[in-house]
């Protein structure tokens, strides 16, 4: 199993910056890709940014060229970057997983809230 522990959220006002960790233990070698998502209020949660063991990404388009994921794979972290947030950023934040055998694991979330 993988356990996820997600860090950084908080309340920024517009034009901020925050960033986001995650830190993964148990069978983390069984991961081949980490990614955020998010989840607005009324809103379905949606990928928001991607990294796979290559090191290859893919975000949203709504977040890139403000938002950039990194990893630190010797400490088992990933992390995500956010500079000049928006309102629409507005959300809680879940770090995933995706790892063998078709196994996706998730972080509790945490909240990150633009607003002035």
């Known amino acids: 199993q993988v356990q996820l522990v997600e860090s950084g959220g908080g309340l920024v006002q517009p034009g901020g910056s925050l960033r986001l960790s995650c830190a993964a233990s148990?069978?983390?070698?069984?991961?081949?890709?980490m990614g955020w998502y998010r989840q607005a209020p009324g809103k379905q949660r949606e990928l928001v940014a991607r990294?796979?063991?290559?090191?290859?990404?893919n975000y949203a388009d709504s977040v890139k060229g403000r938002f950039t994921i990194s990893r630190e794979n010797a400490k088992n972290t990933v992390y995500l970057q956010m500079n000049s947030l928006k309102p629409e950023d507005t959300a809680v934040y879940y770090c995933?997983?995706?790892?063998?055998?078709?196994?996706?694991?998730w972080g509790q979330g945490t909240q990150v809230t633009v607003s002035s």
């Open positions: 995933n997983a995706e790892a063998r055998l078709a196994a996706a694991y």
């Open positions: 148990g069978r983390i070698f069984s991961i081949y890709a």
């Open positions: 990294i796979t063991n290559g090191g290859s990404t």
